[in-house]
């Protein structure tokens, strides 16, 4: 059980809008930083989202990054079949002092 | 171009020892933390500990505290994560991660390409 927590799967047709949550605490979200990563298929991870809403050179603006309190949200829209991919919240923790990872969100376009 | 290569597979068996490497180049490796990740099979990732090779400062996730160590060598570029005794349970893929900044919670701006551990009998 991880400690924050994502949605397993979320779906949506072409074109269309899927947010992803990644709910967590005051230890965690509240006060650090959370990235997104995306891993396709049988390959690494990749930065999507870092601080929050800030993308990296070269991605697209379809992906964005939000956070409130303890929670974040990873919105992607103008869905692509390239977009199939596991989504990955993290963020660090002041109590475990150490970093985390969300649970994985499995994004498919029907 | 930042670039983290990691050594290629491995197949162990239970109780024994194992060193895997990431290899950095493109940036200035001592000035940068650097993460070990597992993931096993059809699992999401964990976020195991992390290193700053300056200094050797280095922070261990709860779960893999005493499991693990994590090393690094900068005369050469390269991070080291080890087991002393492996277990089937240590069967992952396991990925390096460059921090994007001087700090240990900074997001992970680089990746391994992987590195695919199997412990069986």
């Known amino acids: 059980q991880s400690v924050l927590t994502q949605p397993p799967s979320v779906s949506a047709a072409p074109g269309q809008k899927v947010t992803i949550s990644c709910s967590g605490s005051s230890s965690n979200i509240e006060n650090n930083y959370v990235s997104w990563y995306q891993q396709l298929p049988g390959t690494a991870p990749k930065l999507l989202i870092s601080a929050n809403d800030k993308r990296p050179s070269g991605i697209p603006d379809r992906f964005s990054g939000s956070k409130s309190g303890t929670s974040a949200t990873l919105a992607i829209t103008g869905l692509q079949t390239g977009d199939e991919a596991d989504y990955y919240c993290g963020t660090w923790d002041d109590n475990l002092r150490a970093g985390l990872f969300g649970g994985g969100t499995k994004v498919t376009v029907l | 171009e930042v670039q983290l290569v990691q050594s290629g597979a491995e197949v162990k068996k239970p109780g024994e020892s194992l060193k895997i490497s990431c290899a950095a180049s493109g940036y200035s490796f001592r000035s940068y933390w650097i993460a070990w990740v597992r993931q096993m099979p059809g699992k999401g990732l964990e976020w195991m500990g992390i290193i700053f090779p300056g200094d050797s400062d280095t922070r261990y996730s709860p779960s893999f505290q005493g499991q693990v160590t994590i090393s690094a060598d900068k005369s050469i570029n390269t991070a080291y994560l080890q087991w002393n005794s492996l277990k089937a349970s240590d069967t992952a893929m396991y990925y390096c991660?460059?921090?994007?900044?001087?700090?240990?919670?900074?997001?992970?701006?680089?990746w391994g390409q992987g590195t695919l551990v199997t412990v069986s009998s």
């Open positions: 991660a460059k921090a994007r900044g001087s700090s240990a919670r900074d997001w992970f701006d680089a």
